[in-house]
C-alpha cells in the first residue's frame, strides 16, 4: 500500500500484516458448508472477529493516507491529484479484473454441457461483462481512499470530524426511513445501488440483490477511512510513544462505548456499514493499534511479529495475488472419481476432510492458503521489494 519508511511504527506494519492475513484466511476456508462461527460473517446484525479484518484495514489505510500525503504538506496541485485520482483508478481496476477473472472462469465451467469449441467457449466467457460485478473489496478500498484524499488536499483538516459526524447521522436517517435495517430489496441501500449499478451487476445475499460493497454504503466508509486519518495526524503529530498511545486508548474507548451504546436504537450491521459499525470497529482497531505500540514500539517484543511483517509491507499486492491463486486453485478442473471437481475442492476433500474432519479439514487449508501467500510475501519482504498500488 505504501513503501516502507523509517517514519512508521513498526507495530502500524504488524496490524496491516494481521488484518490483510485475517482476510485471506477468512475468505479461503476448505468448504464454506464447514466454517467455524467465529470466522464466518455476521448473517445480518451483530459482529463477529471476521467482521472486523476490513473495517481494520480501512481504518489503516486512513492512517497511511495522513502519511503519504503528508509528505505533500496536503498541498493542491496538479501532481498530488493527479497521483491520487491514478491510485484510486488502478486499485479499483484491478478490483474489477479480479471480479472478470472470476466470473469468466465460472462461465467458463458452466458452459462445458453446451456443444460449443473451445474458441467460442472462450469468448462468451470473457465477454460476459452483463453478469459481472462492479464492486467489490478493492473498489471499495478504491472509492474511500480517493475520497479520504481528495478532502484531506481540499478541506482544513479540522472540519473533517464535522464531516464525519454530519455524515455518519444523515446517513442513520437514511436508514431509519429507507427500511435500512431489513434484508429485503425495499432496502434503500438496494434500491438505491440496483437503480445505479444494475442488479445483474450486484452481490446476492440469501437471495437479496444487496451488495455488502454497493455505492451507497461507501459513503458510511469514506467516514471509516477518514476516521483513521485523523488517528493518523494524532500518531504522526505526537513524538512519544506513551502519548500515542493513551491517545489512542482514549480514542479507542469513546468510539467503541459509543458504537455499542448506540446499537440498541442503530444496530451493528457490517453488511450495510451501519454508523454504529464504523464507531465500534473503528475504536477496537485504534485501541488494538495502541496495544501494538506499547508491545512491539515501546516494550520492544518483535519477534513474535516477523510473521506478519511479511504481509504488512507488500499489503494490497498480496491480497490481490491471494485473490488471483483462490479463483485459480477454485476454478481450475482436475478428474475425480469420475467427475471433475477443482483443485481446492480436491485438496479439501482428498487431502484433508477425510483426516481431518470438516470443519477443522476447512480451517486447515485456510492456515495452509494463508501460509502459501505468506511465502509469497517473505520473498519480496527478504528481497526488500515493495510494491506499491
Known amino acids: 500500500m505504501n513503501q516502507k519508511s523509517s517514519s512508521r511504527l513498526l507495530s502500524l506494519d504488524i496490524l496491516r500484516g494481521i488484518t490483510i492475513a485475517g482476510m485471506i484466511m477468512v475468505n479461503n476456508p476448505g468448504s464454506w458448508s464447514s466454517v467455524y462461527a467465529p470466522l464466518g460473517h455476521a448473517p445480518w446484525h451483530g459482529l463477529t472477529p471476521t467482521d472486523l479484518v476490513f473495517p481494520f484495514f480501512m481504518f489503516i489505510m486512513g492512517i497511511s493516507t495522513y502519511i503519504s500525503l503528508r509528505k505533500f504538506n496536503f498541498g493542491f496541485d496538479k501532481a498530488t491529484l493527479f497521483k491520487i485520482i491514478k491510485r484510486t483508478v488502478v486499485i479499483f481496476l484491478i478490483g474489477l479484473g479480479l471480479g472478470w477473472l472470476s466470473l469468466s472462469i465460472r462461465t467458463y465451467n458452466g458452459l462445458s454441457s453446451e456443444e460449443l469449441t473451445f474458441f467460442d467457449r472462450f469468448i462468451k466467457s470473457v465477454s460476459n461483462f452483463e453478469n459481472i460485478r462492479i464492486l467489490g473489496v478493492m473498489q471499495r478500498l478504491a472509492l474511500t481512499y480517493g475520497i479520504t484524499a481528495l478532502i484531506a488536499i481540499f478541506v482544513k483538516h479540522k472540519y473533517i470530524p464535522y464531516i464525519i459526524v454530519i455524515t455518519l447521522i444523515g446517513y442513520f436517517l437514511l436508514l431509519l426511513f429507507g427500511n435500512g435495517f431489513e434484508l429485503s430489496e425495499q432496502n434503500i441501500i438496494s434500491v438505491f445501488d440496483r437503480a445505479i449499478l444494475g442488479a445483474n451487476h450486484m452481490y446476492t445475499d440469501s437471495g437479496v440483490k444487496l451488495d455488502p460493497e454497493g455505492l451507497l454504503s461507501t459513503i458510511p466508509a469514506v467516514c471509516h477511512v477518514m476516521i483513521g486519518f485523523c488517528c493518523g495526524g494524532l500518531l504522526l503529530n505526537t513524538q512519544d510513544n506513551y502519548e500515542k498511545i493513551n491517545r489512542l486508548f482514549i480514542l479507542g474507548a469513546i468510539l467503541t462505548f459509543l458504537g455499542f451504546l448506540l446499537s440498541y436504537g442503530c444496530p451493528i450491521n457490517k453488511k450495510i456499514w451501519s454508523p454504529t459499525f464504523v464507531l465500534a470497529t473503528c475504536g477496537l482497531a485504534s485501541t488494538l493499534l495502541a496495544l501494538l505500540i506499547w508491545i512491539i514500539d515501546i516494550k520492544g517484543h518483535k519477534t513474535w511479529s516477523v510473521f506478519f511483517e511479511s504481509f504488512g509491507v507488500n499489503p494490497l499486492f498480496i491480497y490481490v495475488a491471494a485473490g488471483v491463486l483462490s479463483i485459480l486453485l477454485g476454478g481450475i478442473l482436475v478428474p475425480y472419481d469420475g467427475a471433475t471437481i477443482s483443485i481446492k475442492a480436491f485438496i ?42
Open 348 to 389: 479439501y476433500k482428498v487431502c484433508l476432510q477425510p483426516y481431518l474432519g470438516d470443519y477443522f479439514g476447512s480451517f486447515i487449508f485456510a492456515i495452509l492458503f494463508v501460509a502459501l501467500n505468506w511465502v509469497i510475501g517473505n520473498i519480496l519482504y527478504k528481497k526488500k521489494i515493495y510494491i506499491k498500488i
